[in-house]
């Protein structure tokens, strides 16, 4: 078995190593410029389109959770790989218990009201404040996949009130579901935290805008861990310095690196981190790759698969 490694980023070493101990009997290298000889299998993160292109492979990995940029370039590029070999992305990894560390610990930091302590440390005022009630605290995740389902899981132990929305109902535990445009409309009017965590697809650009800010419970919180595409930014500070949304923290943009000249950086009332929510931690990804390479080699069933027309 002869599989193919491209990372621009990544200690290539330490990847071909850990696979080549995984999977026994493989030989994995790494992909360099001009490289044509055989291979069964591809695991890429940014790959340039020859890297792909005319290749018989029996399936083609993505380094990360999110497909879009490969996905974006296959648009680009038809001819980059054949619709018949399947894609697939790594479906947690350790990104679920990340993005339930980063969710929780936002989440219980506007409700204990920290946000407004530390303005108020600003001003050097002791002044204890109201508490916030879980009733009045409603949280609505938008999106229910894998890293969705793990992060209602994780809030669920502290008593909020929870729902989710997405393309199809869900059947969750404890959570009220919400699907398709005709419901997006209820789902917000009684959120008080949204969570982003959808797939970045053509329907799901710039969802996140004046028009759906508008619909939330007033003084929301906003929650990016997705993509910043999804995030109209502009409409966000407007909604900001409104008050209809009381604060925001943003892990993804529109830009990244996010420019100096962003007024993000500035603003009160946003906090941010530099796309690092959730990352591919190396040796559940290989735990991953390996198992389900060794269940495609024996005709077992497999999860992770790509569906190129929804996008994720």
């Known amino acids: ?109 506007w409700f204990r009201r920290f946000d407004d302590y530390q303005a108020l440390k600003k001003q050097a005022k002791w002044q204890p404040l109201p508490e916030y009630t879980r009733d009045e605290f409603t949280i609505g995740i938008m999106g229910a996949g894998v890293l969705g389902a793990k992060v209602a899981e994780s809030l669920q132990s502290w008593g909020f009130p929870l729902r989710c929305w997405s393309r199809t109902r869900k059947s969750w535990p404890g959570v009220e579901s919400f699907a398709g445009t005709e419901e997006l409309g209820a789902f917000l009017s009684q959120t008080r935290v949204l969570i982003n965590l959808l797939p970045n697809t053509a329907e799901t ?66 906090a941010m981190t530099p796309h690092i929510a959730a990352v591919t931690r190396p040796a559940e990804a290989v735990d991953y790759i390996s198992r389900t390479i060794l269940s495609l080699e024996s005709g077992k069933a497999v999860t992770g698969q790509v569906d190129r027309v929804r996008g994720y």
């Open 1 to 109: 078995m002869d599989i193919i490694f491209y990372h621009p980023t990544f200690d290539t070493s330490w990847w071909i190593n850990a696979l080549a101990k995984a999977i026994p009997g493989a030989n994995v290298r790494e992909w360099k410029a001009g490289d044509n000889a055989h291979a069964d299998y591809a695991l890429v993160w940014h790959p340039p389109v020859e890297m792909l292109a005319g290749r018989k492979l029996k399936a083609v990995f993505a380094l990360g959770a999110g497909v879009d940029s490969i996905l974006s370039k296959l648009n680009a590029h038809p001819e980059m790989l054949d619709t018949s070999i399947p894609l697939f992305r790594l479906e947690d990894t350790g990104m679920g218990l990340q993005m339930q560390e980063y969710a929780v610990s936002q989440v219980l930091h």
């Open 205 to 270: 650009v710039g969802i996140i805008n004046a028009g759906l800010l508008s619909q939330l419970q007033d003084g929301a919180y906003v929650l990016n861990l997705a993509r910043g595409v999804h995030l109209k930014e502009d409409d966000l500070l407007a909604s900001l310095d409104s008050g209809k949304v009381k604060g925001a923290m943003l892990d993804v943009y529109s830009r990244e690196p996010l420019p100096e000249t962003s007024p993000l950086w500035k603003h009160p009332r946003v």
